[in-house]
């Protein structure tokens, strides 16, 4: 069966500096991988994701993700933070059979000034 | 990207009532749309797969029954929560994918619906 897992409840980065959320999973053949962002008492919205072709994946708002097969993992990643960046992240995965989409538990970002 | 409606945003009912959500893509046709349910701070739980001209697909452990899902046509989904009972509050999201032709279609949200029983 597949699944995501985000090993970090929370994630605190001052702002400026770069960040990571970390994401691994697990599904039978290709995967295809999301990365969504929700701030509060709001829907999500799409960053970016990988179906196949390079490996960095850039995305909205300055956002990246690195694909690592041999990982099983899909890290999002920023250079530099903004405030505006702390909200709650989720990473997905989705077979490619195009079934249903899985989350992982979501990250919490907080960003200080 | 694409457009998710969802209505209401915000729902309060007394306990025994039904409450409906609408779910419609706006500027896409949608043969496939998803529910989930949201508690605070926790992650979405996928409810049901609701399939235009079709019965829905329920997850294990949701009751068919209890969550009423109509997906009437291309670009709505309804889901109804009857005889709404407190412990069904929580926020519902709905979402729908965009094929673009058979691609791989990242899936769009709704800004979801926050139900309060009372």
């Known amino acids: 069966a597949q699944s995501v897992a985000q090993p970090e409840d929370q994630v605190n980065v001052a702002e400026g500096n770069p960040l990571t959320v970390k994401c691994t999973y697990s599904?039978?053949?290709?995967?295809?991988l999301f990365w969504y962002v929700q701030y509060p008492n709001r829907g999500l919205q799409f960053l970016l994701k990988y179906i196949t072709g390079d490996n960095l994946v850039k995305g909205s708002y300055g956002f990246e993700a690195e694909f690592n097969k041999s990982q099983t993992s899909f890290h999002l990643k920023k250079p530099s933070a903004l405030v505006s960046d702390s909200a709650l992240y989720f990473c997905a995965v989705r077979d490619s059979q195009g079934g249903k989409l899985i989350f992982g538990q979501g990250t919490e970002l907080s960003v200080k000034p | 990207g694409a457009v998710v409606s969802q209505h209401p945003s915000w729902v309060i009912c007394k306990s025994g009532t039904s409450v409906k959500i609408e779910c419609r893509s706006l500027d896409f046709q949608a043969t496939t749309m998803f529910w989930y349910r949201q508690f605070p701070k926790q992650s979405l739980m996928l409810m049901a797969t609701s399939n235009e001209g079709s019965k829905a697909t329920y997850e294990q452990g949701v009751e068919k029954d209890k969550f009423l899902i109509n997906h009437a046509s291309l670009t709505l989904s309804t889901l109804t929560v009857t005889s709404a009972h407190p412990e069904d509050s929580s926020f519902y999201i709905c979402?729908?994918?965009?094929?673009?032709?058979?691609?791989?279609?990242?899936?769009?949200f709704g800004e979801g619906s926050r139900l309060t029983v009372l």
């Open positions: 599904v039978s053949g290709n995967p295809y």
């Open positions: 979402s729908a994918r965009d094929w673009q032709g058979g691609g791989s279609g990242e899936l769009f």
